[in-house]
């Protein structure tokens, strides 16, 4: 009986190690960890690219989708091999400070303001960005902000500066959570609130809102790939990622960006030039 | 972690004790909350645990089994509950209590209330008949001798209290769904702990949770220190 047992046992450990062997280089080469923003993911953009990718290349893409902030935290960190996100001054910032290398503009999308489709605050009438936000902080109605340090809300508070309004007006909400829940609190409360394009229209069906601002420079919303500096984290998967990034800024990667619809509508409009 | 642990430690003590006006205004949430939901359901729970316990009446057993199963509700689907009966379109959207505490504080009754029934109720069960037929000897009025069974059981109504109380103080999921976590109105603990860490600023995380781990200690040691003082009774 015993010398069965720690036969065995043995025998398990050989089969452990083997395995191990066998999938832990495996693994490390193959997968591709990528920290993006929610609207890249809620939007179903990812789902469209990365199985072509994947079968293209071999690799393996796990996305961790968080807001802009903490995926560059992520970068800060080491925990991914890249970055997708959409705040130039967060990024400016990323690659100033030594943690990413190789920032490439891939596409971009715009913000647009929602709001209440009878647009109390009378925001269809303005010029710009900057003029409809102020008049959203004098009409007193309720404006919902992220608050979580995203794309959008860093867009946001850029918005109100440049607006020179200090956002603590009454009707100022902030309500620390992903895009989709924020457009249904704005919902919820008829109030205004500022989206990237795509959530919305994924969100449209659900929402009793319209867009009562979009256009103009202001809003543009462009998105970056970054690769984590080797030199700061030697063991990361640093060639796939680079053929990740590279895949995304060729020709088929930037097509496949441009056609990709939801609900009919162009989400995404590819921006890479060399 | 590019920040040391003993630094984010530090971050966090000194936010704690710098008296941080965002960091105290969730904690004051948090505890304002609560604290209304668990007063305004205490009486009424412990009046329906009294009367599982004592009298008997036909579905006594249904209702029994059924404050048990409230008890394991996971706090989302109660936030669900709520968050769907307060929606715009909802019965009582008129009410206006969506992303508000008043909202907050129906579904955190909801979570307490079959807590501190159901161990009422088991504390009430435990006592002994007699306790409650001789002080009705000895002449005490029908409250009076509530009272008295109550002073007998007061060990186990207080961790009633305490259990009910740790648990609404400490559920994120329906505090997120009804309250949507907004700065200085419906941020409170558990919620802000789960923003702060998704943004990846974990300082403000720690902090607060030092907080809910104090409070915890506080009242573990408190209820010891009772119990140590309990004389062992002698039937």
Known sequence: ??????????????????????????????????????????????????????????????????????????????????VMTHAPSAEAKFVADGFGVE????????????????????LRESKTAEEAFAKIAKSGLPFLSRGDNSGTHIKELEVWKAAGVTPDFKGYTSVGQGMGKTLLMANELQGYTLSDRGTFVAYKTKL??????????????????????????????????????????????????????????????????? | MSEGWLALLQQALSLLFSLDPDVWSIISVSFSVSFAALLITLVPSMVLGFVLAFAHFPGKWFVTNLVQTLQSIPTVVIGLLVYLILTRNGPLGDLKWLFTQEGMILGQMLICAPVMIAMSQAAFTSVDRRAWETSRTLGASWAGAVW????????????????AFSRILTEVGCSMMVGGNILNVTRNIPTAI????????????IALGLVLLILALILNFALGSLRGKETPRSH
């Open chain 2, 148 to 163: 008295a069974v109550c002073r007998e059981l007061r060990m186990p109504l207080l961790l009633a209290i305490v259990a």
């Open chain 1, 103 to 122: 920032p490439r503009g891939i596409m971009e999308n715009d913000f647009v303001v929602l709001g209440p489709k009878n647009d109390p605050a009378k």
């Open chain 1, 208 to 274: 009793d809102l319209g867009v009562d601002f979009d256009g103009g420079k202001t809003l543009a919303n462009p998105y970056q790939v970054i690769l984590i500096n080797p030199a700061k984290y030697p063991d990361l998967n640093h060639k796939g990622a680079k053929a990740f990034s590279d895949w995304l800024i060729s020709k088929e990667g930037q097509a496949m960006i441009n056609s990709f619809k939801v609900e009919g509508e162009q989400l995404f409009k590819a921006t890479y030039s060399e």
């Open chain 2, 194 to 205: 789960a923003l702060e860490t998704s943004k990846g600023d974990f300082a403000q995380a």
């Open chain 1, 1 to 82: 009986m015993l010398n069965v047992k720690s036969h065995m046992k043995s025998l398990l450990g050989l089969v452990v190690a083997a395995s191990m062997l066998t999938v832990l280089p495996a693994q490390s080469a193959e997968v591709i960890k990528l920290a993006t923003t929610t609207s890249t993911e809620n939007s179903g953009l990812l789902q469209e690219l990365l199985p072509k990718f994947e079968s293209a290349s071999g690799y393996k893409v796990q996305v961790i989708a968080t807001g802009t902030g903490k995926a560059l935290k992520l970068g800060e960190q080491g925990d991914v091999d890249l």
